[in-house]
């Protein structure tokens, strides 16, 4: 699950909110790996929807649903 951070009142910087970003992408394919591997469907399911959630609010940045997509066709195979 993603960790919490706080932001200070004077707002994040650009790079503070892409190390963020990329700590919460990362941090969702590290949980839909480990669901993967544990047979965990639910978990899988729950990765599957916060990746949808972040797509819907980054639509011009890359898909964590395309990524979660490779991942599974790659073990798949």
């Not at 970003?21 to 916060?50: H, M, N, P």
């Not at 959630?53 to 195979?77: K, M, N, Y």
């Amino acid at each position: 699950m993603p960790k919490l951070v706080l932001i200070p009142s004077d707002g994040p910087s650009e790079q503070q909110l892409a190390e963020i970003e990329a700590g919460v992408r990362a941090s969702v394919i590290t949980d839909f790996l480990k669901a993967r591997s544990r047979g965990d469907s639910l978990a899988q399911l729950e990765a599957e929807y916060l990746a949808a959630q972040i797509d819907r609010s980054t639509p011009d940045g890359p898909r964590l649903s395309d990524e979660l997509d490779a991942l599974r066709q790659s073990t798949a195979a």
